[in-house]
Nanobody
Framework: QVQLVESGGGLVQPGGSLRLSCAAS????????VGWFRQAPGKEREGVSC????????YYADSVKGRFTISRDNAKNTVDLQMNSLKPEDTAVYYC???????????????WGQGTQVTVSS
């Protein structure tokens, strides 16, 4: 069965860190372009970061640049999102998505995870 599953969300204080993981089953994630998106209550879903399968290039939204890092762990068949210096405005449901086409923030990905909640609050 082909699916993506996110994990690692939770409640963290401002300034804290979380590491999200996007695990693939049924396919090899290294061959796919992967994007992380988030959707806060009452807001549209937005692209946060993406990583290319062909050259490993990474991209970040301005709002997370310098704080978030996307990376692949091919041994685990995951793409992780390390989130540091978290702010209350980072609170959202975070989704990962994968596609054979390099889409980055284009949401027409073939595969989507179910999402994981990240709450940044004191």
């Amino acid at each position: 069965q082909v699916q993506l599953v996110e994990s690692g969300g939770g409640l963290v204080q401002p300034g804290g860190s979380l590491r999200l993981s996007c695990a693939a089953s049924g396919f090899t994630l290294d061959y796919y372009h992967v994007g992380w998106f988030r959707q806060a209550p009452g807001k549209e879903r937005e692209g946060v970061s993406c990583i290319s399968s062909s050259d490993g290039k990474t991209y970040y939204a301005d709002s997370v640049k310098g704080r978030f890092t996307i990376s692949r762990d091919n041994a685990k068949n995951t793409v992780d999102l390390q989130m540091n210096s978290l702010k209350p405005e980072d609170t959202a449901v975070y989704y990962c998505a994968a596609d054979e086409t390099n889409r980055c923030y284009d949401e027409q990905y073939e595969y989507w995870g179910q999402g994981t909640q990240v709450t940044v609050s004191s």
